[in-house]
Antibody, heavy 122, light 110 residues
């Protein structure tokens, strides 16, 4: 079955760019009909959708983060990535990659990575 | 503050039926499907209900979802100790053009 695994630095300095990668195993990322997503959770808080890339094509973002975010898909390596620029302490969170679409619907995130903690600090 | 509103906490005793509510508006729950997630301590969320009332394979039928107007509910019957977790509702918001989550409800099994 499909599994997702996040990777990337656990510590980012303020004003720099946060870059994370999600590796997809057990299935092809370009198999069609999926929304490859990033979701974050601030410490002790609820979930916040960052955005997703649909079908290895168009990307859609949370309006509150849109000016700083890029989500892209690398089909050759079966990965998708998150780039969040100009980070501040408010971007400190657990970052999850997740999959939605196809069987369960565009906004039903049926597979999640285990999450990776990213701290923003000098 | 979250676009979807959930009570911060709920509780019940083993075997009891509990209901967790999620309140939204015409731009989200009122016109789009609702999903529910269970997040056990220290783990990633798990899809519990999709399309308002459908269960993915492997989710026990003790969990059920419903939607009425601009509100949705998650019901858990035959409450078990392992149901102690945070529960989140989620939908798409047509005005914000964004996926939106509720703030989460922490369920305690007494």
């Amino acid at each position: 079955q499909v599994q997702l695994q996040e990777s990337g630095p656990g510590l980012v300095k303020p004003s720099q760019t946060l870059s994370l990668t999600c590796t997809v195993s057990g299935g092809a990322i370009n198999s069609g009909g999926y929304y490859w997503s990033w979701i974050r959770q601030h410490p002790g808080k609820g979930l916040q959708w960052i955005g997703y890339n649909y079908n290895s094509g168009s990307s859609y973002y949370n309006p509150s983060l849109k000016s700083r975010v890029i989500i892209s898909v690398d089909t050759s390596n079966n990965q998708f990535s998150l780039r969040l620029r100009s980070v501040t302490a408010a971007d400190t969170a657990i970052y999850y990659c997740a999959r939605a679409g196809n069987i369960y619907g565009a906004n039903a995130f049926d597979i999640w990575g285990q999450g990776t903690v990213v701290s923003v600090s000098s | 503050q979250s676009v979807l509103t959930q009570a911060p906490s709920a509780s019940g005793t083993p075997g009891q039926r509990v209901t967790i509510s999620c309140s939204g508006s015409t731009s989200n729950i009122g016109s789009n499907t609702v999903e529910w997630y269970q997040q056990l301590p220290g783990t990633a969320p798990k899809l519990l209900i999709y399309s308002n009332n459908q269960r993915p394979s492997g989710v026990p039928d003790r969990f059920s979802g419903s939607r009425s107007g601009t509100s949705a509910s998650l019901a858990i019957s035959g409450l078990q100790s392992e149901d102690e977790a945070d529960y989140y509702c989620e939908s798409w918001d047509d005005s914000l053009m964004s996926v939106v989550f509720g703030g989460g409800t922490k369920l305690t099994v007494l």
